[in-house]
């Protein structure tokens, strides 16, 4: 009779209980502190139900705890289930068994992840049985606990297989370790490091914006941070059975592979070492590039200084790690060929500057975005309420727009901020061409050098109405409407009422449409704040400025404007004099010392009388770049506060006082 082969060994099966199953049963005690007992606590405390509310997801409770299992016990698992292929002995014993190295290769990896599946198994069925027993349906449902156990087991199936891929590489546990959460974090930190090179590198590389879309999805690691704040959709589940699969099959191939030998080698294949090496020199190159540019304000010199810091000590690391040994000053020859290698692709990349002169012609545009933040989300709706601004299409705008960028490329080697204290502001352009692609430019400016530029763009309708999100809702979708002061009182009227919400935004709409674009640079954060709630995670925040003749006539007319604006009666008196910066050269400016010192000028200007009091509080704005302060002492209020005047906003019985 042909004898029968059974697909299980007794034997291995027996083998993996007794190295790992230890594992799996701290895997089951973790969570079951964490869900079932944790519920039990919860729900059976008559003192605390009223005070509980419904969860997002089943990862709210004690997430510290399942995070810290979730990240550490599939790793943990893939180690020491892969353990005898790091140890010599054990290697060549496991490998001289009459059994195929597949099967050795598919009893380890398989009890790996039934020992990762059972688990949560048994805690699911616990929590479904806990939901009927204790009436749990107020606070999640039947559906929430299928979601848990499907996000759970595949993540963690996913980064057990990647734990044994990795361990298929090496020949160190510990190395197999250091590099699983590495090669876990690599797709979101090497793209991190990159696209921040690239904006030192490239005048004009938009980092910030690439770097606010999903980056947290490109590692799992990340991804599992975020399990109690956001639910997985259907595809990225899908997403990780894909990968798991993917990284049992690799492995699988590797395993057939990999010589019994190279165990106790850091890199397991001779070939990968290579990529090993300089993947490091790399990576460490980058850092360093990041760090210094980062504590040097971008300093060109400090930037490359971390250049070749970096990739000095991670290539010397990296061979340390191949040769076991400290003794790797001798073989530096990669790097110099790496040094210079690296050196004439950069010069090549500067010297072309193909990529920072490219302004699209006017007859390529299709729409442009013009925006001081690169916050600009291609699918707003994925981002909670966060405005983006809608693109302009109008031909003269457009070409105002191109004519704004053209001059700050040509503007590259310009040191704006020279004088060490201008504003730094954000330049965003995002052009939509006519033949379906995308130029993308982020500038850091000093705003002050372009203000004829911006002034064209601003005080067009359809930027207006495209940058300002009050014009893209109808007053049926606000909920009410907070008009809070800025004084001491904190007064603040609620507006509810329908017809009055529609009369605000319309004021409002009108306003933003006719103010100046002097005056919404020049007032801000000392004006009243107006504040539309549509929903609870949605509102939107815009300051009463003075310039808004129509909302402040309005609330004149309903006998609001005293609730919520500084009264003159509320302010005792008021010092004006010459700002000198210089003096009071620091990051937040001491009003009392500027107060202090005002006393002993005879040059600076008292003011009580309440009629020239109003005009101060109607036409002070922000920015300590003007030319003249202003300190408000209010009635029964110990500290003073600071305005500011600029020549064209500054009362005419001030210019007359202070020559």
């Known amino acids: 009779m042909p004898s029968k082969t059974s697909l299980f060994n007794k034997e291995l099966i027996l083998d993996i209980l007794r190295s790992t199953g230890w594992i799996s049963i701290v895997y089951f005690l973790g969570l079951t502190f964490a869900l079932p007992i944790r519920m039990l606590m919860m729900y059976t405390d008559d003192n605390n139900m009223h005070h509980l509310v419904p969860v997002r997801n089943l990862f709210e409770y004690d997430y510290a705890i399942q995070l ?96 044994v891929f990795v361990g298929m590489m090496t020949g160190i546990s510990a190395v197999q370790a250091v590099l699983t959460y590495i090669f876990l974090v690599f797709p979101a930190g090497i793209t991190l490091m990159v696209f921040y090179n690239l904006k030192i590198l490239l005048f004009g590389f938009p980092s910030d914006y690439y770097m606010t879309i999903n980056l947290e999805k490109l590692s799992p690691l990340t991804t599992a941070a975020l399990l109690n704040e956001r639910i997985l959709q259907g595809w990225e589940l899908l997403l990780f059975a894909a990968l798991t699969v993917l990284l049992y099959c690799m492995s699988l191939y590797l395993y057939k592979r990999r010589k019994i030998e190279s165990s106790t080698e850091a890199i397991a294949f001779p070939k990968l070492r290579f990529l090993f090496k300089y993947g490091v020199t790399f990576c460490t190159m980058l850092v360093g590039g ?217 004021a409002i709409q009108s306003d933003i449409l006719q103010e100046s674009y002097a005056d919404s640079r020049y007032f801000g954060y000392y004006q009243p704040s107006i504040e539309v709630v549509i929903q609870k995670d949605h509102f939107i925040q815009l300051n009463l400025n003075p310039s808004y003749k129509k909302l402040n006539k309005w609330l004149e007319d309903k006998g609001l404007i005293e609730k919520v604006k500084v009264m003159p009666e509320e302010v005792s008196y008021v010092q004006i004099g010459k700002y000198e910066k210089e003096k009071h050269d620091s990051f937040e400016v001491n009003v009392e010392q500027i107060a202090h010192d005002f006393e002993k000028h005879a040059d600076v200007l008292k003011v009580t009388d309440k009629k020239q009091i109003n005009e101060i509080l109607n036409t002070a704005g922000m920015g300590d770049k003007h030319q003249y302060v202003a300190v408000l002492h209010f009635e029964g209020r110990v500290y003073p506060e600071l305005l500011y005047f600029d020549e064209e906003h500054t009362p005419d019985f001030i210019k007359k006082a202070i020559k």
């Open 290 to 506: 990041m760090y210094f540019g980062e504590v040097q304000n971008n300093s060109i010199g400090w930037i490359v200084f971390g250049y070749v810091i970096g990739a000095i000590l991670g290539y010397l690391a990296a061979e340390m790690v191949l040769q076991k040994s400290w003794r790797v000053l001798g073989k530096v020859k990669g790097l110099a060929v790496y040094g210079v290698a690296v050196a004439i692709l950069l010069t090549i990349v500067q010297m072309l500057g193909i990529y920072e002169n490219n302004v699209p012609g006017q007859e390529e545009v299709k729409s442009v975005i013009l925006a001081d933040t690169p916050h600009i989300y291609p699918r707003p709706e994925n981002y909670g309420f966060n405005y983006s601004p809608a693109p302009i299409k109008g031909e003269d705008n457009i070409e105002a727009v191109r004519k704004l960028h053209e001059q700050i490329v040509s503007d590259k080697k310009v040191d704006q901020f020279a004088g060490g204290e201008e504003p730094v502001e954000t330049a965003f352009f995002l052009y939509e061409l006519k033949n379906g692609d995308k130029v993308i430019r982020q500038y850091r400016i000093n705003r002050l050098l372009y203000e004829d530029f911006y002034k064209s763009i601003h005080e067009s309708e359809e930027y207006r109405r495209a940058s300002n999100e009050i014009f893209n809702i109808s007053p049926e979708e606000v909920n009410h409407l907070t008009i809070t002061s800025n004084g001491p009182s904190n007064h603040f009227v609620t507006i509810n009422m329908p017809q009055e919400i529609k009369e605000i935004i319309a």
């Open 68 to 163: 810290g299992l979730l990240m550490v016990v599939p790793i943990l698992l893939a180690v020491f289930m892969f353990r005898y292929l790091q140890v010599k002995p054990a290697a060549d014993f496991m490998h001289s068994l009459p059994v195929r190295r597949e099967k050795i290769f598919h009893h380890y990896a398989l009890a790996g992840m039934v020992g990762l599946i059972l688990p949560v198994a048994i805690i699911a069925a616990s929590v479904f049985f806990l939901h009927g027993a204790l009436s749990l349906d107020r606070y999640f449902g039947s559906e929430d606990i299928v979601y848990w156990a499907a996000a759970t087991v595949l993540l963690s199936l996913l980064l057990f297989t990647a734990g």
